[in-house]
């Protein structure tokens, strides 16, 4: 009789439950090592311990284990220490009320700025009366006093205020009844 396919030589079961045994001997000196390193990170033990784990899974792919595993746990967790410190350097909590680094030349916010003003224009265009003109006059990049703006399109300085409002509130309620309410996705149905 033939012993089955699927049963190992004795040879490779017991290469293979050697590996196995080493592994669980370093557990206990990896999470030791990493607790051990952790706080003067400024890390986890537990995000340190995954790291040096992942090391010694890349390197069972490639090299194999190493000779002298001891050593090579603490090398490797001092390597992972100084990563984590380099990280913690470089890296910066992004707070929700301001946008990370200058937002302001970042070229997503450009483009957007450019189709918001492209937008506002569209809409003072289509204003009734002299709002057009007025609040084209407001928008003008160079920034124009009401003394400038009320020369230019020949109206007392006193008047620009009220008709800014008037105009800004039909602005405002024109722009309100355009903006469509998006649609409920998911749970919200």
Known sequence: MTPPDHVPAAGARTARDGARVALHSLHALVRAEAGAEAEAAGTEAADLEQSVWLRLLERRRGPGLPTDPVRWVRAAVRTEVRAARRRIRRERAYTAGEPPGDWA??????AVGADERRALRAAVGRLPGECPRLLQAMLA??????????????????????????????LRRMLTAEVVAPELRGMER
């Open 141 to 170: 990049p160079h920034d124009p006093t009401y003394r400038e703006i009320a020369g230019e399109l020949g109206m007392s300085q006193g008047s620009l205020g009220p008709m800014r409002s008037r105009c800004l509130g039909c």
């Open 105 to 110: 030349s970042w070229p997503e916010r450009i």
